[in-house]
């Protein structure tokens, strides 16, 4: 560090699980730039307060996470398209004062299924379980690659149209909600089964959202959970046959997004993966 050292940083409560700090850090490093991001508790009643010391200190980027991701964007200067869409931000690019909101968790996710997974996404049959927080921009991303389906699936079956519905407004929506009693016929159909409900995820992990062996042996199974890396309903798929694909590839490619954006450099998303994955297993 030095009077150089550009300063990137990541607000939540709670943050301290935070291993973004750990993966942009390393990010910086690998590339040369010099900038330094650490993670900032940060209490809802003093959201306005943070944003202006971002301001004052010049903060070239920030990192946004529960519970801040809506209300932050009223402190901004400018919401990016997509951000606007899917209605939360997640990154913030400080232009010269001027601070622009965007959201990378979706086409991060997007990324990190087509590079590990499924390259081509126009023409596919996909099913989405879940219509909680992170579906809406899984949601937004995958209807913008051209599938010829996109199926949503909710256990509570009104936010699932309501959900679907709200699409209608901002994107030429090819979103159709079902019933979870239709999940059975619909998936002997899909290519693309993508669990963003929080079934399965630590310590639960046994649970599976749906059955597993309800997907097509050809199908791919993708979960947003990465703790475990590998969910029950993961692991039971593969059994089937199906490839899958677990949720750290969402985590590195929402924070190699954000990383392009403030630095304008390609991400090392290598490199930011192996840090993460060895702060889980403290190799
Ligand atoms: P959320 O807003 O709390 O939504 C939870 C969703 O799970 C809702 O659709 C809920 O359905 C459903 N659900 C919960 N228990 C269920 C059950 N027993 N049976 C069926 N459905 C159930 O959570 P979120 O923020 O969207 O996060 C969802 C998951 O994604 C979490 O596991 C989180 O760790 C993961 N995630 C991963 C990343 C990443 O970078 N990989 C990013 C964000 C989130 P109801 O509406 O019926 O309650």
Not at 3 to 16: A, Q
Not at 193 to 198: E, I, P, Q
Not at 208 to 233: C, G, R
Request: aromatic residues 8%; hydrophobic residues 40%.
């Amino acid at each position: 560090m030095d009077s150089h050292t550009v300063l990137f940083g990541v607000i939540g409560d709670p943050i301290r699980h935070s291993r973004s700090p750990v993966m942009l850090n390393r990010a910086f490093r690998e590339t040369g730039v010099n900038g330094l991001y650490a993670a900032f508790h940060v209490k809802p009643e003093r959201l306005g307060e943070a944003i202006a010391g971002l301001r004052a200190f010049g903060f070239r980027g920030l990192n946004v996470t529960i519970p801040h991701k809506i209300e932050v964007m009223a402190h901004l200067d400018e919401i990016h398209e997509g951000a606007r869409a899917i209605g939360a931000v997640n990154t913030i690019v400080n232009e010269d004062g001027r601070l622009i909101g965007y959201n990378t968790d979706g086409i991060g996710y997007v990324r990190s299924l087509k590079e590990e997974a499924e390259p081509e996404l126009a023409g596919k049959k996909i099913l989405v379980l879940g219509a909680g927080g992170a579906s809406r921009g899984i949601l937004w991303a995958l209807n913008s690659e051209n599938p010829s389906a996109v199926w949503l699936a909710n256990r509570t079956w009104d936010k699932a149209r309501e959900l679907a519905e709200s699409f209608v407004e901002t994107q030429a929506s090819r979103i159709l909600p079902i019933r979870w009693e239709e999940l059975r016929d619909v998936c002997a159909e899909a290519d693309i089964v993508v669990n963003t409900t929080s079934v399965g995820m630590s310590p639960n992990v046994s649970e599976t959202p749906i059955d597993p062996s309800w997907l097509k042996p050809e199908a791919v199974a993708s979960d947003l959970i990465y703790n475990p890396l590998t969910t029950a309903f993961l692991q039971q798929a593969k059994e089937r046959g199906c490839r899958i694909h677990g949720g750290l590839g969402m985590f590195i490619y929402q924070g190699a997004y954000a990383f392009e954006y403030w630095t304008g450099l390609p991400a090392p998303a290598r490199a930011m993966r192996e840090e993460v994955l060895s702060s889980f297993t403290g190799k």
